[in-house]
């Protein structure tokens, strides 16, 4: 009996209890040697960009013929030597962008560009004429393999799908000599290769291999793509080493990837292809592409970096590059998005704001020969994003990321006792607003709190002189308001304020702990003094206070924490 679709249930219809009534296990590869989990990663594979193609097709608005000059121009900069420019016998401005390329001589020596075609005749020629006159090519040609579409799509059988292959490599062939002053290499994909039988896969690249007749010295690329996820990572590579070790010769090809990521395991099964013996990878900035995205380079090409292999593509400036990006494809990269993603190198958590911080203090020292910073993975001024990224402050953080958000934009030192104080005034407020604050927000919060503290007391003149190592000062003060002038003598400015107000009827204090620094240089420069005061009862408080004059700077702090309480 036949399922019927009932649009009207739809919305009802629960998850299956029995899942396994409707989808099976992937079968797995049968190769109980298998190589792949005991190798490791030691250099780059050749990489191809997809972006202008796979990447291109796969968006509400494709991009048009500027948006992909400026697109090809970033991959080049990046140091891509292959790049999928398009589908040229699929639209005029795909082929008009590969006759702009060309004839505006836009495409640098050592860059290879790559054109996609499906197996058939008139398609075939079209794509063969958008490439008159380039330097270097790849043809590549594609038809669908898997069971499914074998029976849904295309109603044919194994022996009439390897006849598609081998006419389009045919058709591909014939035309080559046209193509007279261009380097011209073959690509075959086996499209949906991840859902198709190795044995079956072997059949039909070796069908076509028997036309290209491809040597060590005249390779051809044989793409293997991962077209929809279907299976765990260990399943692809076990799919790739099976074709690397099972394919007839093998050294006549380069070997390639191509996932896609609708398991979101993309990353991971390219990286497991290559461990498998994949010699290249195809795929886009920041796994733009189909569903659910192609192969992220970006995040393939970073991992190898972080281990200390030179990917061979520079991410230098990764977010110029998500700039033009987002620009030219009208997408936009999740602020999770592996290295560049806006919150990557990012922390909220208070104690992993100390971790960082302190982390990046140690590397600032060169005390450390390997990037070993707690928390991040690694150092985000190589791909041109800064350490100010770091630390950003919500109801989440502590201490640490708000002292250091106001130090790194403001040059604000605040003593390590007194953020133990600052520390949950600032949590409280962000706790309230309930939601990030930036670093002039949390100063506007401390100069709240400390600097412009200016009741009961308020300094309006303070002068000293000094005579055999004594100290007497004259300050005219308003207390509520009103005016009081007190007079007092000690071994330093500080300490004759002290015993001039304690002696004016305050109850007794202290001065417990002080520092100073400057805010900023040049002329206008001012200068914050931190000040922590003892009362009578045990109570501390501190106060900060901010003026062109050190010595006002400190009376004002000494005001400071007494207006606090
Ligand atoms: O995903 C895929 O299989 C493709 C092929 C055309 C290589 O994009
Ligand atoms: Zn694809």
């Not at 679709?5 to 797995?28: A, D, W």
């Not at 001039?500 to 100073?516: D, H, K």
Request: glycine share 8%.
């Amino acid at each position: 009996m036949g399922r019927r679709f009932r649009p009207e249930l739809q919305t009802q219809i629960p998850m299956l209890k029995n899942p396994s009534s409707k989808y099976r296990p992937f079968p797995l590869v049968q190769i109980p040697d298998r190589q792949w989990p005991s190798r490791a990663l030691t250099q780059a594979p050749i990489w191809c960009s997809v972006d202008l193609r796979d990447g291109n097709q796969a968006l509400a608005v494709p991009m048009n013929v500027s948006q992909k000059l400026e697109l090809f121009q970033a991959l080049v900069k990046c140091g891509f030597k292959e790049i999928e420019v398009g589908f040229p016998s699929a639209s005029n401005t795909e082929f008009a962008f590969n006759r702009r390329l060309i004839e505006e001589n836009r495409i640098p020596e050592d860059v290879t560009i790559q054109v996609l075609v499906q197996s058939r005749e008139e398609l075939i020629e079209r794509t063969v004429q958008s490439l008159v006159g380039a330097k270097k090519v790849i043809i590549h040609l594609y038809n669908s393999t898997s069971p499914a579409q074998r029976r849904v799509v295309f109603g044919m059988s194994k022996d009439e799908i390897i006849q598609v292959a081998v006419r389009g490599a045919r058709w591909i062939k014939d035309r080559v000599p046209r193509l007279r002053g261009t380097e011209v290499m073959f690509q075959y994909s086996p499209e949906s290769f991840s859902m198709t039988e190795v044995e079956f896969a072997k059949d039909i690249s070796e069908a076509v291999m028997d036309v290209w007749q491809p040597t060590t010295e005249r390779r051809m690329i044989l793409n293997l793509p991962d077209t929809v996820e279907v299976a765990m990572p260990n399943v692809y590579a076990d799919q790739i080493e099976w074709m690397c070790r099972n394919v007839r010769n093998r050294e006549s090809l380069i070997v390639s990837l191509h996932t896609h990521n609708d398991r979101g395991t993309g990353v991971a099964a390219t990286e497991l292809g290559m461990l498998a013996g994949a010699d290249r990878v195809e795929g886009t900035l920041f796994g733009n592409g189909e569903r659910t995205g192609n192969l992220d380079v970006v995040t393939v090409a970073l991992n190898l970096y972080m281990h200390g292999i030179n990917p061979g593509l520079d991410f230098g400036d990764l977010n110029q590059l998500r700039e033009i990006y987002e620009r030219c494809t009208g997408m936009t990269v999740p602020a999770r998005q592996s290295y560049a993603g806006e919150l990557v190198f990012t922390a909220f958590s208070g104690s992993h704001q100390d971790a960082i911080k302190k982390g990046l203090a140690e590397w600032a020292k060169g005390a450390r020969e390997f990037w070993d910073v707690p928390y991040l993975a690694i150092d985000p001024a190589d791909i041109g994003r800064e350490y100010r990224e770091v630390i950003r402050v919500n109801s989440q953080s502590g201490k640490g990321g708000v002292a250091y958000l106001l130090e790194s934009e403001f040059g604000i030192q605040i003593p390590k006792d007194m953020q133990r104080e600052f520390g949950p005034i600032a949590n409280d407020e962000v706790d309230r607003l309930g939601r990030e604050v930036s670093a002039a927000e949390l100063k506007a919060m401390f100069w709240r709190e400390y600097v412009e503290r200016a009741f009961p007391w308020e300094i309006e003149g303070f002068e000293t002189e000094s005579r055999n190592g004594v100290v007497r000062c004259r300050a005219r003060l308003l207390c509520e308001g009103k005016p009081l002038e007190l007079a007092g003598e000690g071994n330093g400015p500080l300490a004759a304020l002290v015993h001039a107000m304690t002696g004016g009827g305050l109850s007794r204090f202290e001065i417990t702990n002080y520092s100073e620094h400057a805010l900023g240089s040049g002329e206008a420069a001012t200068a914050i003094a931190y000040i922590q005061v003892r009362h009578g009862d045990g109570r501390t408080r501190w106060g900060a206070g901010v003026d062109t004059n050190i010595e006002m700077a400190s009376v004002k702090a000494v005001l400071s924490a007494l207006n606090r309480g």
